[in-house]
């Protein structure tokens, strides 16, 4: 049924995958914690958290992406499981681009809320997570392959519509659009690009990367960079500016987006291309995951409401955490 190459991140084991996924949770509130207590003690500068975002896109994103893509393959009866990760980010990205720009005055605001409701948490920390614990590691298999085209789709088309606002907003000059192709925060497309030749080429990745666990290494720094810069900005007294948002970005994420899922299994099934039972269950948990600390990212490094990006992530972790992650584990098991 499924045919995958060696992935760093996939555990070797049920043991090891816990270690991992528990580590990951202990970055995530290792970060969150040291952030908000820095933020509290010390005079930071007001762009720390951006820089720091900037510098998790610089240095990490790509060479995970490198080193995740390049040994993944799969079967042609999957194929539609990253087939409808991408139709739902696309669905997702329109709905919430016709629903939140009535909610906020601010172009920036605007354009962080559809960022928020378009682009999921499917990593480790989020609905990567709930797939292992439900479905061992065949689940985080599934997780990963579900990302195949909407991840690669969301760093060649939405990063560079980002970068495309950041020029129109700060009215460079026609000359200095060429920063675009030179910008290193883009890095991540060439490496994706290159990532899917080696895959489809006969040259395997160095053992040592396995071996050494370099891309655990990369993602938990990154990881650890990337909260500590939300801790940074998240404010607890300030939730409470927000609170108009927070029903309409969960509803997207817990209720319109699950129901959209299940509305394209259906459609799939009547049209004879039926996945097998786990591939479902994956898309269905995926479906129903938080806002992503890459939304957060890119709301930082493109100057959009980085405050704003980081309540709707805690907001929409925790509803996840507590009532979500209850309900997937009763209707699952």
């Not at 605001?109 to 948490?121: D, H, P, Q, V």
Request: proline fraction near 6%; hydrophobic fraction near 60%.
């Amino acid at each position: 049924m499924l045919e995958i190459a060696f992935n760093p991140l996939m555990a070797a084991s049920p043991t090891i995958a816990q270690a991992r996924l528990i580590a990951m949770f202990a970055v995530l509130l290792g970060g969150l914690t040291s952030g908000c207590l820095a933020a509290n003690r010390f005079p930071l500068p007001a762009q720390l958290a951006k820089k720091i975002m900037t510098i998790v896109l610089v240095c990490f994103n790509w060479p995970i992406a490198l080193l995740v893509i390049w040994p993944m393959h799969l079967k042609k009866d999957l194929i539609w499981l990253p087939i409808v990760g991408l139709i739902l980010m696309l669905s997702i990205t329109a709905l919430s681009a016709i629903l939140f720009p009535s909610l906020e005055k601010k172009p920036k605001s605007r354009l962080t809320l559809i960022l928020a409701g378009a682009i999921s948490n499917h990593g480790y920390t989020g609905g990567a997570f709930v797939c292992y614990a439900l479905f061992g590691t065949p689940g985080i298999a599934l997780a990963q392959i579900y990302l195949l085209l909407s991840l690669p789709i969301f760093y060649l088309v939405y990063l560079p519509l980002l970068k495309v606002y950041e020029l129109r907003t700060e009215k460079l000059i026609s000359g200095s659009k060429l920063s675009f192709l030179l910008d290193f925060r883009m890095l991540v497309i060439p490496a994706m690009l290159i990532a899917v030749i080696l895959n489809r080429s006969s040259l395997k990745p160095p053992a040592f990367i396995t071996t050494l666990h370099i891309v655990d290494i990369l993602i938990y720094i990154a990881s650890s960079l990337s909260f500590f810069a939300i801790g940074l900005q998240v404010n607890l007294s300030i939730l409470k500016n927000y609170t108009n948002l927070y029903f309409p970005i969960a509803a997207v994420k817990f209720i319109l987006t699950p129901a959209l899922a299940l509305l394209l299994l259906w459609l799939l099934a009547l049209t004879g291309q039926n996945l097998n039972s786990l591939a479902q269950k994956v898309i269905l948990v995926l479906s129903a995951s938080p806002s992503a600390v890459l939304m957060v990212t890119m709301s930082n490094v493109f100057d959009l409401d980085g405050p704003l990006a980081s309540a709707l992530w805690v907001v929409t972790m925790a509803v996840f955490a507590v009532v979500v992650v209850p309900v997937l584990f009763l209707i699952f098991t």
